[in-house]
Protein backbone atom coordinates (compact mmCIF):
# COMPACT_ATOMS: atom_id res chain seq x y z
CA UNK A 1 0.00 0.00 0.00
CA UNK A 2 1.86 3.13 -0.79
CA UNK A 3 1.62 6.18 1.24
CA UNK A 4 -0.83 8.81 0.95
CA UNK A 5 1.17 11.22 -0.55
CA UNK A 6 1.99 9.08 -3.64
CA UNK A 7 -1.65 8.56 -3.50
CA UNK A 8 -2.64 11.73 -4.16
CA UNK A 9 0.12 12.01 -6.46
CA UNK A 10 -1.22 8.91 -8.66
CA UNK A 11 -4.15 9.97 -8.81
CA UNK A 12 -3.54 13.24 -9.93
CA UNK A 13 -1.10 12.52 -12.58
CA UNK A 14 -3.77 10.23 -13.75
CA UNK A 15 -6.03 13.20 -14.29
CA UNK A 16 -3.68 15.00 -16.32
CA UNK A 17 -2.49 12.04 -18.48
CA UNK A 18 -6.26 11.89 -19.09
CA UNK A 19 -6.46 15.47 -20.07
CA UNK A 20 -3.29 15.58 -22.47
CA UNK A 21 -5.07 12.60 -24.22
CA UNK A 22 -8.46 14.13 -24.47
CA UNK A 23 -6.33 17.20 -26.07
CA UNK A 24 -4.37 15.19 -28.11
CA UNK A 25 -8.00 13.34 -29.60
CA UNK A 26 -9.09 16.72 -29.98
CA UNK A 27 -6.19 18.01 -31.65
CA UNK A 28 -5.53 14.55 -33.82
CA UNK A 29 -2.65 14.42 -32.51
CA UNK A 30 -0.67 11.26 -31.44
CA UNK A 31 -0.29 11.12 -27.32
CA UNK A 32 3.17 9.78 -28.25
CA UNK A 33 4.26 13.23 -29.67
CA UNK A 34 3.56 15.16 -26.11
CA UNK A 35 5.99 14.10 -23.82
CA UNK A 36 4.77 15.68 -19.95
CA UNK A 37 7.33 17.40 -17.81
CA UNK A 38 6.76 17.53 -13.88
CA UNK A 39 7.31 20.37 -12.47
CA UNK A 40 8.88 19.87 -9.16
CA UNK A 41 9.80 23.18 -7.79
CA UNK A 42 8.98 23.88 -4.17
CA UNK A 43 8.44 20.06 -3.49
CA UNK A 44 10.91 17.90 -1.97
CA UNK A 45 13.21 15.54 -3.48
CA UNK A 46 10.83 12.56 -1.75
CA UNK A 47 8.24 13.54 -4.29
CA UNK A 48 10.97 13.56 -7.27
CA UNK A 49 11.30 10.18 -6.02
CA UNK A 50 7.61 9.31 -5.88
CA UNK A 51 7.20 10.39 -9.76
CA UNK A 52 10.11 8.83 -10.92
CA UNK A 53 8.25 5.54 -9.05
CA UNK A 54 4.92 6.10 -11.02
CA UNK A 55 6.75 6.17 -14.42
CA UNK A 56 7.46 10.03 -14.64
CA UNK A 57 10.78 10.38 -16.53
CA UNK A 58 11.30 14.03 -17.20
CA UNK A 59 10.96 16.56 -14.11
CA UNK A 60 11.66 20.14 -14.32
CA UNK A 61 12.86 23.03 -12.24
CA UNK A 62 13.30 26.82 -12.34
CA UNK A 63 15.86 28.49 -10.08
CA UNK A 64 19.76 26.89 -9.56
CA UNK A 65 19.74 26.43 -5.59
CA UNK A 66 16.58 24.72 -5.25
CA UNK A 67 17.20 21.94 -8.58
CA UNK A 68 20.85 21.88 -8.01
CA UNK A 69 20.99 19.62 -4.67
CA UNK A 70 16.94 17.68 -5.87
CA UNK A 71 18.95 16.22 -8.94
CA UNK A 72 22.08 15.34 -7.11
CA UNK A 73 19.50 13.60 -4.50
CA UNK A 74 17.92 11.41 -7.25
CA UNK A 75 21.11 10.62 -9.38
CA UNK A 76 20.69 7.24 -10.37
CA UNK A 77 17.07 7.36 -10.95
CA UNK A 78 17.83 8.33 -14.89
CA UNK A 79 15.31 10.97 -14.81
CA UNK A 80 15.51 13.90 -17.54
CA UNK A 81 16.23 17.38 -15.81
CA UNK A 82 14.92 20.37 -17.31
CA UNK A 83 15.47 23.91 -16.09
CA UNK A 84 12.80 26.33 -17.24
CA UNK A 85 13.32 29.60 -15.18
CA UNK A 86 15.06 32.56 -15.99
CA UNK A 87 18.51 32.11 -15.38
CA UNK A 88 21.46 34.25 -14.76
CA UNK A 89 24.48 34.02 -16.32
CA UNK A 90 26.47 33.66 -12.88
CA UNK A 91 24.07 30.05 -12.75
CA UNK A 92 24.64 29.02 -15.86
CA UNK A 93 27.80 26.72 -14.93
CA UNK A 94 25.97 25.41 -11.98
CA UNK A 95 23.06 24.17 -13.85
CA UNK A 96 25.21 22.96 -17.36
CA UNK A 97 26.29 19.85 -14.82
CA UNK A 98 23.15 18.76 -14.35
CA UNK A 99 20.49 20.13 -16.85
CA UNK A 100 19.45 18.31 -20.02
CA UNK A 101 17.70 21.10 -21.28
CA UNK A 102 17.42 24.31 -20.93
CA UNK A 103 14.20 25.61 -21.72
CA UNK A 104 14.95 29.76 -20.80
CA UNK A 105 17.41 30.59 -23.12
CA UNK A 106 17.07 33.74 -24.05
CA UNK A 107 20.01 36.03 -24.82
CA UNK A 108 23.49 35.21 -26.77
CA UNK A 109 25.23 36.31 -23.65
CA UNK A 110 23.89 32.92 -21.42
CA UNK A 111 24.50 31.10 -24.74
CA UNK A 112 28.22 32.19 -23.88
CA UNK A 113 27.93 31.15 -20.20
CA UNK A 114 26.35 27.49 -20.73
CA UNK A 115 28.20 26.35 -23.61
CA UNK A 116 31.53 27.14 -21.02
CA UNK A 117 29.44 25.17 -18.38
CA UNK A 118 29.07 22.31 -20.42
CA UNK A 119 32.19 21.63 -22.00
CA UNK A 120 33.88 22.11 -18.32
CA UNK A 121 31.62 19.36 -17.51
CA UNK A 122 32.31 17.46 -20.55
CA UNK A 123 28.22 17.60 -21.24
CA UNK A 124 25.95 18.58 -23.68
CA UNK A 125 23.08 20.32 -22.67
CA UNK A 126 19.73 20.99 -25.35
CA UNK A 127 18.58 23.62 -25.57
CA UNK A 128 15.06 25.50 -26.51
CA UNK A 129 15.17 29.45 -27.27
CA UNK A 130 12.51 31.04 -24.96
CA UNK A 131 10.57 33.14 -27.25
CA UNK A 132 8.50 36.65 -25.58
CA UNK A 133 4.88 35.72 -25.87
CA UNK A 134 3.89 38.99 -24.48
CA UNK A 135 4.85 41.80 -26.61
CA UNK A 136 4.02 44.11 -22.98
CA UNK A 137 6.68 42.75 -21.47
CA UNK A 138 8.96 44.78 -20.52
CA UNK A 139 12.97 43.51 -21.65
CA UNK A 140 14.79 41.38 -19.27
CA UNK A 141 11.43 39.46 -18.21
CA UNK A 142 12.26 36.16 -19.94
CA UNK A 143 12.23 35.59 -23.40
CA UNK A 144 13.74 36.97 -26.08
CA UNK A 145 11.81 39.38 -28.63
CA UNK A 146 10.87 38.22 -32.11
CA UNK A 147 13.93 40.23 -33.34
CA UNK A 148 16.60 38.44 -31.25
CA UNK A 149 15.20 34.92 -31.36
CA UNK A 150 17.22 33.97 -35.11
CA UNK A 151 20.20 35.69 -32.90
CA UNK A 152 20.59 33.36 -29.96
CA UNK A 153 19.01 30.19 -32.01
CA UNK A 154 22.25 30.97 -34.16
CA UNK A 155 24.43 31.25 -31.00
CA UNK A 156 23.57 28.02 -30.09
CA UNK A 157 23.73 26.27 -32.97
CA UNK A 158 27.31 27.40 -33.09
CA UNK A 159 28.34 25.79 -29.54
CA UNK A 160 29.74 22.74 -29.91
CA UNK A 161 28.53 21.69 -26.52
CA UNK A 162 24.77 23.01 -26.96
CA UNK A 163 22.12 21.43 -29.09
CA UNK A 164 19.46 23.79 -30.71
CA UNK A 165 16.00 21.84 -30.09
CA UNK A 166 13.35 24.35 -30.40
CA UNK A 167 11.53 26.78 -28.58
CA UNK A 168 9.74 27.42 -25.51
CA UNK A 169 7.47 30.16 -24.50
CA UNK A 170 5.28 31.19 -20.92
CA UNK A 171 1.50 32.32 -22.04
CA UNK A 172 1.12 35.81 -20.82
CA UNK A 173 -1.27 35.61 -17.45
CA UNK A 174 -4.70 36.38 -17.72
CA UNK A 175 -5.16 36.70 -21.57
CA UNK A 176 -5.90 34.05 -24.27
CA UNK A 177 -3.07 31.03 -24.69
CA UNK A 178 -4.16 30.66 -27.90
CA UNK A 179 -2.99 33.49 -30.03
CA UNK A 180 0.44 33.29 -28.05
CA UNK A 181 0.67 29.58 -28.65
CA UNK A 182 0.57 30.68 -32.07
CA UNK A 183 3.39 33.02 -31.91
CA UNK A 184 5.70 30.40 -30.80
CA UNK A 185 4.43 27.94 -33.22
CA UNK A 186 5.35 30.26 -36.26
CA UNK A 187 8.91 31.09 -34.27
CA UNK A 188 9.34 27.24 -34.39
CA UNK A 189 8.28 26.93 -38.14
CA UNK A 190 10.40 30.34 -39.01
CA UNK A 191 13.60 28.50 -37.32
CA UNK A 192 12.95 25.19 -39.29
CA UNK A 193 14.11 27.21 -42.16
CA UNK A 194 17.38 27.16 -41.35
CA UNK A 195 17.25 24.45 -39.05
CA UNK A 196 15.18 21.88 -39.93
CA UNK A 197 15.41 19.18 -37.21
CA UNK A 198 14.07 21.13 -34.53
CA UNK A 199 11.51 19.22 -32.88
CA UNK A 200 10.59 20.57 -29.20
CA UNK A 201 7.87 23.25 -28.57
CA UNK A 202 7.78 23.61 -25.20
CA UNK A 203 4.68 25.71 -23.87
CA UNK A 204 1.42 24.40 -21.69
CA UNK A 205 1.00 24.51 -18.02
CA UNK A 206 -1.58 23.30 -15.45
CA UNK A 207 -3.97 25.99 -16.51
CA UNK A 208 -3.60 25.61 -20.49
CA UNK A 209 -2.19 22.37 -21.64
CA UNK A 210 -5.47 21.64 -24.02
CA UNK A 211 -4.45 24.99 -25.86
CA UNK A 212 -0.63 24.21 -25.99
CA UNK A 213 -1.56 20.69 -27.48
CA UNK A 214 -3.83 22.28 -30.27
CA UNK A 215 -1.02 24.67 -31.13
CA UNK A 216 1.36 22.01 -31.43
CA UNK A 217 3.28 21.73 -28.03
CA UNK A 218 5.74 19.18 -27.69
CA UNK A 219 6.39 19.22 -24.24
CA UNK A 220 4.15 20.42 -21.36
CA UNK A 221 5.70 21.96 -17.86
CA UNK A 222 2.74 20.97 -15.49
CA UNK A 223 3.28 21.68 -11.53
CA UNK A 224 0.39 22.14 -9.79
CA UNK A 225 -2.09 19.91 -11.28
CA UNK A 226 0.07 17.35 -10.34
CA UNK A 227 1.59 18.31 -7.03
CA UNK A 228 -0.66 20.78 -5.59
CA UNK A 229 -0.35 24.56 -5.14
CA UNK A 230 2.86 25.36 -4.54
CA UNK A 231 4.93 24.46 -1.04
CA UNK A 232 5.95 27.44 0.74
CA UNK A 233 9.67 27.44 -0.86
CA UNK A 234 11.36 25.98 2.84
C1 LIG B 1 6.00 26.82 -12.42
C2 LIG B 1 6.13 26.76 -13.89
C3 LIG B 1 5.34 25.89 -14.65
C4 LIG B 1 4.26 25.00 -14.04
O1 LIG B 1 3.16 25.79 -13.72
P1 LIG B 1 1.83 25.14 -13.09
O2 LIG B 1 0.81 26.20 -13.27
O3 LIG B 1 2.14 24.85 -11.67
O4 LIG B 1 1.52 23.92 -13.86
C5 LIG B 1 5.54 25.86 -16.02
N1 LIG B 1 6.47 26.64 -16.62
C6 LIG B 1 7.24 27.49 -15.93
C7 LIG B 1 8.24 28.32 -16.66
C8 LIG B 1 7.11 27.57 -14.55
O5 LIG B 1 7.88 28.42 -13.86
Excluded at 135 to 152: I, L, S, W
Excluded at 161 to 189: N, S, T
Aim: charged share 25%; net charge negative.
Amino acid sequence: MADPRTEEIAANLQEVRERIAGACRDAGRDPDEVTLVVVTKTWPADDVVRLAGLGVRDVGENKDQEASPKAAATEGLGLTWHFIGQLQTNKAASVARYADVVHSVDRVELVTALEKGAAKADRTVDCLVQVSLDPDAPPGRGGAHATEVAQVAAAIADAPHLRLRGVMGVAPVGADPAPAFAILAEALASLRATYPGLDVMSAGMSDDLEQAVAAGATHLRVGSSILGSRAPRG
